[in-house]
């Protein structure tokens, strides 16, 4: 069984920084792949970055250059490094975790395991 907390959203204003934080252990699955995910009022949920068991990352267009997505050398923590933010990025942002590749990574129906959800608001 996968568990999965995330931690680390708040208030931030336009241009800042937030690095959020995902404790989940996976260690059952090989490979996984691990995802941030977030979901802004009003929209659909959307893959933000994805990670593999083998250290492979991927992002969506819209943070590429901005948000880095890796994990602590036990492999225990997820973390998303969120820079340069803006009211874009206001959502409620989740991570998600599965057993096999990234393939397909931002289908949010595809993953088994999701944490509760950690909310970022960028004020502009």
């Known amino acids: 069984q996968v568990q999965l907390v995330e931690s680390g959203g708040g208030s931030v204003q336009a241009g800042g920084s937030l690095r959020l934080s995902c404790a989940a252990s996976?260690?059952?699955?090989?490979?996984?792949?691990l995802v941030w995910f977030r979901q802004a009022s009003g929209k659909e949920r959307e893959g933000v970055a994805a990670?593999?068991?083998?250290?492979?990352?991927s992002y969506a267009d819209s943070v590429k250059g901005r948000f880095i997505i890796s994990q602590d050398n036990t492999k225990n923590f997820l973390f998303l490094q969120m820079n340069s933010l803006t009211p874009e990025d206001t959502a409620m942002y989740y991570c998600?975790?599965?057993?096999?590749?990234?393939?397909?990574?931002?289908?949010?129906?595809?993953?088994?395991?999701w944490g509760q959800g950690t909310q970022v608001t960028v004020s502009s």
């Open positions: 998600a975790a599965d057993g096999g590749y990234c393939a397909g990574w931002q289908e949010s129906a595809d993953f088994a395991y």
């Open positions: 996976v260690h059952s699955y090989n490979p996984y792949c």
């Open positions: 990670i593999e068991s083998s250290g492979s990352t």
